[in-house]
């Protein structure tokens, strides 16, 4: 079993910033490929970010590329997005994923979410 805690979400006006942390927990977290996933209103959940076990491999959505950045620590067994010149289109609860696989829509384990909201 993997528990994933999310925090740093909050409301930001257009083109500021904010960092998400998800803080997990359980048997051998650092094995796991993490993610982060987006719900807005209305919209079907979206794979926003992911990064491989190592840390070695990341994928971003054509969305997010060249705003966001996905890292992770695995001493500290911590995973971060930075979300850099947001957007209104962000706005959504972005959820921290774990699976054995890097890439997929239907990651094993989720965190509660935690909402970003970006003012136009």
């Known amino acids: 079993q993997v528990q994933l805690v999310e925090s740093g979400g909050g409301l930001v006006q257009a083109g500021g910033s904010l960092r998400l942390s998800c803080a997990a927990s359980?048997?051998?977290?650092?094995?796991?490929?993490m993610g982060w996933f987006r719900q807005a209103p209305g919209k079907e959940r979206e794979l926003v970010a992911a990064?491989?076990?190592?840390?070695?491999?990341?994928y971003l959505s054509n969305s997010v590329e060249g705003r966001f950045t996905i890292s992770r620590d695995n001493l500290k067994n911590m995973v971060y997005l930075q979300m850099n010149t947001l957007k209104p289109e962000d706005t959504a609860i972005y959820y921290c994923?774990?699976?054995?696989?890097?890439?997929?829509?239907?990651?094993?384990?989720w965190g509660q979410g935690t909402q970003v909201t970006v003012s136009s």
């Open positions: 994923t774990a699976d054995s696989r890097m890439i997929t829509t239907t990651p094993s384990y």
């Open positions: 359980g048997r051998t977290v650092s094995s796991y490929h």
């Open positions: 990064i491989s076990s190592s840390g070695d491999s990341t």
